[in-house]
T-cell receptor
Framework: GIQVEQSPPDLILQEGANSTLRCNFS?????LQWFHQNPWGQLINLFY???GTKQNGRLSATTVATERYSLLYISSSQTTDSGVYFC??????????????FGKGTKLSVKP | DSGVTQTPKHLITATGQRVTLRCSPRSGDLSVYWYQQSLDQGLQFLIQYYNGEERAKGNILERFSAQQFPDLHSELNLSSLELGDSALYFCASSLGGESPLHFGNGTRLTVT
């Protein structure tokens, strides 16, 4: 099956620093999403980005589908950015059948 | 707020018992997905329903079952519970096809 690999597995930043998280996937996909799981366990939708670049405030994401990777950029990090960032790709089989395959995540800790 | 509602938020029960987790999808979404997040297994896809019919099955145990009702809400039934079933259970919904998934806040199940 499709493999989703995220790097780095852990990241510690000082508040105000920038970071780049990477997601590699082993096969062509129809949909890619980035999520932030906060310390309370909630999974927050960050981006739906099957290709191209999107920006939302201090966060931006780029997916290069032909090269099978996606990047999540966090600028001017804040302590509230702490948590685990997941990349997930959709396996769509047609006939409304599909599911998201998650990577193992990048655990981000932002220190004040 | 994703618009996906899961109840209860927390559930503590004993081994051997049976519990039911409930999910109300976002308004207009026809597809419902269930995921399990445990410490050692990450986010695992369990099962998908679309407009009342089962569409895709993942790593769902035989002790677990689910259904989607005519009003599109879904229930995940877990029976003969074991300590290893302790996990965070997420429900997600989407329009179907390749549309993005939106996750609820999860139900944290503790089996003692």
């Amino acid at each position: 099956g499709i493999q989703v690999e995220q790097s780095p597995p852990d990241l510690i930043l000082q508040e105000g620093a920038n970071s780049t998280l990477r997601c590699n996937f082993s096969d062509s996909v129809n949909n890619l999403q980035w999520f932030h799981q906060n310390p309370w366990g909630q999974l927050i939708n960050l981006f739906y980005i099957p290709s191209g670049t999107k920006q939302n405030g201090r966060l931006s994401a780029t997916t290069v589908a032909t090269e099978r990777y996606s990047l999540l950029y966090i600028s001017s990090s804040q302590t509230t950015d702490s948590g685990v960032y997941f990349c997930a790709v959709l396996l769509y089989y047609g006939g409304s059948q599909g599911n998201l395959i998650f990577g193992k995540g990048t655990k981000l800790s932002v220190k004040p | 707020d994703s618009g996906v509602t899961q109840t209860p938020k927390h559930l503590i029960t004993a081994t051997g018992q049976r519990v039911t987790l409930r999910c109300s999808p976002r308004s207009g979404d026809l597809s419902v997905y269930w995921y399990q997040q445990s410490l050692d297994q990450g986010l695992q896809f369990l099962i998908q329903y679309y407009n009342g019919e089962e569409r895709a099955k993942g790593n769902i145990l035989e002790r677990f079952s689910a259904q989607q009702f005519p009003d599109l809400h879904s229930e995940l039934n877990l029976s003969s519970l074991e300590l290893g079933d302790s996990a965070l259970y997420f429900c997600a919904s989407s329009l179907g096809g390749e549309s993005p998934l939106h996750f609820g806040n999860g139900t944290r199940l503790t089996v003692t």
